[in-house]
């Protein structure tokens, strides 16, 4: 099973201004894709998981830590889930991608920032394979 990676980009600058891009992230799955923008670092938006769908975050503005487990049981998940962390930002220029299989949190960690998130399911497909668990499950938020 694929586990979560990160695509990383790069810039380009000149007298002309500044070329971000990730080269290596094909859109060949992709169906959709939408933004989220937060815009304070109190908000938490935890945690959401797909058994199937799977989703690839870019940072277009500041910065997230996102973390990330996978669900031993979809209906009554173990409290001892290993979670794997990630900090995104616009400067670093990258795409996660999360498989299906994983369930996922995030926070801003500046504010206003905000992600551009691509989906290959459509959201009838996602509806329908859409989990959700209490945020206060397998992380300390406060200290993100």
């Known amino acids: 099973?694929?586990?979560p990676i990160f695509?990383?980009?790069g810039h380009h600058s000149d007298f002309r201004g500044v070329v971000s891009f990730v080269n290596d992230f094909h859109l060949d799955n992709v169906k959709r894709l939408y933004t989220i923008d937060h815009p304070n670092i109190d908000i938490v938006r935890a945690w959401q998981g797909h058994k199937v769908e799977q989703k690839w975050f870019c940072v277009v503005a500041g910065s997230f830590k996102m973390l990330v487990v996978k669900p031993d049981d979809w209906v009554n998940p173990s409290?001892?889930?290993e979670v794997i962390e990630f900090t995104l930002s616009?400067?670093?220029m990258g795409v996660l991608h999360i498989p299906g299989g994983y369930a996922n949190g995030f926070k801003a960690l500046e504010p206003n920032s905000k992600f551009i998130v691509f989906s290959n399911f459509s959201t009838e497909?996602?509806?329908d394979d859409n989990y959700r668990?209490?945020?206060n499950s397998w992380y300390d938020w406060n200290k993100a």
Do not use: A, C, N, T
């Open 133 to 135: 668990f209490d945020q």
């Open 79 to 81: 409290e001892e889930l």
């Open 7 to 9: 695509i990383p980009g």
């Open 90 to 92: 616009v400067e670093s």
């Open 125 to 127: 497909q996602s509806s």
């Open 1 to 3: 099973m694929e586990k």
